[in-house]
């Protein structure tokens, strides 16, 4: 099973960003109010995100850290539907094999109570030990690939895995402004974004995020027809020297790179006579299930539309009438 694990950890674990996706993603899953995510040397020598969701009880501690071991699929049903945001069972296992893991959690609202337990390479402790915690749960992920050196061979520098990081953190933030983030690196708070769904609160995050220039020169929109909405901030090409990669899609709350989508959005831009530009935006739609079958692939950020021309016409006629009124 430790190879199985090791192996499976190819497919989820590339780096320090994608352990930082799925415990972000399992602490949003536990409806937590408020995710840390601390990390060292770029993640490479610590990663630990520390949440306020239900927390893990004692007997399902080492169950969690087993592989298939979810506790998010109660039916069929489930795996079609997009609830949750992890359902493999998979991630903590294939973590662990690669890394000193430690989970500490407790259920309870006492904070003298709770439990942990360590798994080093995927020699799991048997113990599970008494440890004093807050409601929630903290993940510590140390030494990624210490035994597995080939991969670690393929970390780059501090640098550009902290800024992979650093992305994934800005993705997941955008994903959820109704909880409070922070994130610090080498004992630095590098951000600290308080949890609100009013406007300005939002558009706080979006500066603390994608910097103040972007809403400088964006345009806030919020359009909504049958059971599609569309609501966020599209840059418009003036002065600003736009930021190729400051594009971000959110489909009933996930991130999303679809060729679909992008398209939409391109050529709306183009037609609005930005030509040559390229789009910048942050924009969330939302699909009433039952007006369109939305299904997000768990890692790989596709989703697909079983109605792909009517998601792309809404897309499309809401960006151009909305860049159309802006256009001086
Ligand atoms: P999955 O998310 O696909 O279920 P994981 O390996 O990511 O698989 O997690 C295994 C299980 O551990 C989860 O199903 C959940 O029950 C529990 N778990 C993991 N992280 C947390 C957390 N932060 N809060 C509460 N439970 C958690
Ligand atoms: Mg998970």
New binding site residues.
């Given amino acids: 099973p430790r190879l199985a694990n090791q192996i499976a950890a190819g497919e989820v674990v590339e780096r320090p960003a994608s352990v930082v996706k799925?415990?972000v993603?399992?602490?949003i899953?536990?409806g937590?109010t408020r995710i840390e995510v601390e990390l060292e040397a770029g993640g490479a020598r610590l990663i630990r995100?520390r949440?306020d969701?239900?927390?893990?009880a004692e007997d399902?501690l080492p169950l969690?850290l087993s592989r298939h071991?979810?506790?998010?699929i109660a039916s069929l049903e489930d795996l079609e539907g997009v609830a949750s945001l992890?359902?493999?069972?998979?991630?903590?296992?294939s973590i662990s094999s690669v890394s000193r893991l430690e989970l500490v959690?407790n259920v309870d609202d006492d904070p003298r109570s709770g439990w942990r337990v360590v798994a080093e390479g995927r020699q799991m402790e048997p113990r599970v030990s008494p440890a004093p915690h807050p409601r929630?749960?903290s993940?510590t992920v140390r030494d990624l690939f210490f035994n597995t050196p080939a991969r670690r061979k393929f970390l780059r520098t501090e640098k550009t895995e902290y800024g992979h990081v650093e992305e994934t953190f800005r993705r997941l933030a955008l994903s959820r402004f109704d909880i409070a983030w922070v994130l610090r690196h080498n004992q630095k708070t590098v951000q600290q974004l308080p949890a609100g769904d009013d406007p300005a609160r939002r558009e706080r995050r979006i500066a603390a995020l994608l910097g103040k220039g972007f809403l400088d020169n964006a345009l806030h929109l919020d359009l909504a027809v049958g059971g599609l909405r569309l609501w966020g901030w599209v840059g418009l090409p003036t002065h600003s020297r736009a930021q190729a990669d400051q594009q971000y899609f959110f489909v009933n709350g996930r991130v999303v790179r679809d060729r679909l989508v992008a398209h939409a959005i391109r050529q709306a831009y183009r037609d609005v006579l930005f030509h040559g530009r390229h789009p910048v935006f942050v924009l969330y739609l939302e699909v009433d299930p039952m007006v369109v079958d939305v299904n997000v692939h768990p890692t790989k950020h596709e989703v697909r539309f079983r109605d792909g021309r009517l998601v792309h016409d809404f897309l499309f006629s809401s960006l151009h009438r909305a860049l159309a009124e802006a256009r001086p």
């Fill in positions: 799925e415990l993603e399992n602490a899953d536990a937590s995100v949440d969701g239900s927390g893990i399902d969690a071991a979810t506790s998010k992890g359902f493999r069972g998979e991630a903590l296992a959690a929630g749960t993940v």
